[in-house]
Each structure stands twice: as structure tokens, then as C-alpha cells.
């Protein structure tokens, strides 16, 4: 949890895990991070690493290519493999990119 944590704050936007309270958001652009799912790997019932689907997703009110060039350095930086997809959201006017990657997320 902490490497993820440093790597979100690299980008130097406000942030959240799975959203910010009722009245609490702030101006885009911001990011909001969640847990979807394990990917654990295993073998014969043992998991032998510890994966969860991070999913980061930015969020702007108009298209930022210098700030998904930022994000993308910092996360290629980080070895991270990513996938990359984007939506606009009609009822929030906002553009949604999703960055979809997997890590190890421990505490401490």
C-alpha cells in the first residue's frame, strides 16, 4: 500500500480510495483509486503471490495529454504495466481515464 501511496502522490493531484465524500470532491482534475479484484497467482490450492487489480482513475473536465504523459512516466518509471482506456461521462461532464494494473498491496 505504501509504493502505491508514494506513486499517487508523485502525480500531485488530490486523491481518494473509491471516492470523495458527499460535497467533499474537488475541483477536477483529481484521481480516485480502488480495489476491484485479486489476481493472485497459485498452484495447487497455495497462493503463492498476492496480486490486486488497482484501478486509477483520473478524472478532468477537458482532455489533459501533458497529464497522462505524467502519469504514464511515473508509472513506466515504476515498471508498472498498465492498461489504459477512457470514457466521457455525461452526467458528471467529466472525461474518465482509467489506468487498470496489478501489484502487491501489503500494509506497513
Known amino acids: 500500500m505504501d509504493r502505491l501511496l508514494k506513486i499517487i502522490e508523485k502525480i500531485g493531484l488530490p486523491f481518494a480510495y473509491s471516492h470523495f465524500a458527499e460535497g467533499e470532491s474537488p475541483d477536477p482534475p483529481f484521481i480516485v483509486y480502488l480495489f476491484p479484484k485479486n489476481k493472485h497467482f497459485?498452484?495447487?490450492?497455495?497462493v503463492f503471490y498476492k496480486n490486486t487489480q488497482i484501478d486509477l482513475e483520473l478524472y478532468t473536465d477537458k482532455k489533459d495529454l501533458k497529464l497522462e504523459e505524467k502519469i504514464e512516466e511515473i508509472l513506466d518509471r515504476e515498471e508498472i504495466y498498465y492498461e489504459k482506456s477512457e470514457v466521457w461521462i455525461e452526467s458528471e461532464r467529466l472525461y474518465e481515464v482509467l489506468y487498470e494494473f496489478t501489484m502487491e498491496v501489503k500494509n506497513g
Open 42 to 46: 497459485g498452484a495447487d490450492g497455495v
